[in-house]
């Protein structure tokens, strides 16, 4: 029996991580005509480009709009103190994920980052550790330190609002959320309200800083889906390959040095 105190959003997290698991038994290789799909890894495209035609109605009607007023009305200062703050709050995740993969340097720097930021950065407002000389870290997940211990990445999943994703990294960004230390305290502290703020501050910031990117994308692309299911895959081989200490990466479209977005937190 399910105890009635486990909170809702809990048990649509477990139960959609439960179903992104299945996928992968029920899951088979297409043949004949749906080949391309299949050297894409893609067996889900139809469903998949519907999600996805819904997620551009979502972004050109409300998301883009947002992050384009965001970016234009808040100055610089204050953007950079949001970017600092979300970053600290996703350190928890990424300091476990560091020490999961094996990185011990890296669990110890994000560590590092953390504890400055927190402490003497006005609880993550202003980043101290850069100034500090910390090394910057990069963000890590789940889905990527089972990418590290050898768990290939199933197929390719488009998700409600959530965007490019696969199977293995459904499921990692599933066991995230549901140990997101920040999460379990807003919970257990009813302030739930902080976590529907966060996600949807995340998502408007990450969308301002690759504004002028993804419209070049949509624009140049003769197929937009495609292009990003090819850059979702070799962004995370990239990232996998990294932590293991490979040093070719494939070329991307120039991002102005833009940080890259940090995933939306699910409340």
Not at 81 to 102: F, H, R, Y
Not at 141 to 157: A, N, R, S
Not at 236 to 248: F, M, N, S, V
Request: glycine share 8%.
């Amino acid at each position: 029996m399910i105890p009635a105190s486990l909170p809702r959003s809990f048990l649509r997290t477990v139960i959609a991580a439960g179903f992104v698991l299945a996928l992968a038994g029920c899951a088979s290789a297409p043949t004949g005509q749906n080949a391309d799909a299949n050297d894409a890894n893609d067996p889900l495209e139809i469903p998949n480009r519907f999600v996805f035609a819904v997620n551009e109605a979502a972004d050109i009607l409300v998301i883009r709009p947002a992050a384009e007023v965001y970016r234009g009305a808040v100055p610089d200062p204050i953007r950079d103190a949001v970017q600092n703050i979300l970053n600290n709050l996703l350190s928890p995740i990424i300091i476990t994920n560091e020490l999961l993969q094996g990185d011990g340097q890296g669990a110890q720097n994000a560590a590092g980052r953390f504890l400055t930021n927190t402490i003497l950065g006005l609880g993550g407002v202003l980043d101290v550790a850069t100034q500090a000389g910390i090394p910057p870290y990069a963000y890590e997940d789940f889905g990527q330190t089972l990418g590290v211990w050898g768990l290939g990445e199933g197929p390719y999943l488009v998700l409600p609002l959530l965007g490019p994703s696969n199977l293995r990294d459904a499921t990692g960004f599933a066991v995230d959320t549901v140990a997101d230390p920040v999460r379990l305290w807003a919970y257990g502290a009813d302030a739930k309200n902080l976590l529907y703020l966060r996600g949807g501050t995340t998502a408007v910031n990450s969308r301002s800083l690759v504004l002028t990117q993804i419209d070049d994308l949509r624009r140049n692309s003769l197929d937009f889906y495609a292009t990003l299911r090819s850059l979702y895959h070799q962004r995370r081989e990239a990232e996998i390959r990294d932590r293991e200490g490979a040093t070719e990466t494939p070329e991307f479209p120039e991002f102005d040095n833009a940080p890259a977005p940090a995933p939306t937190p699910m409340p």
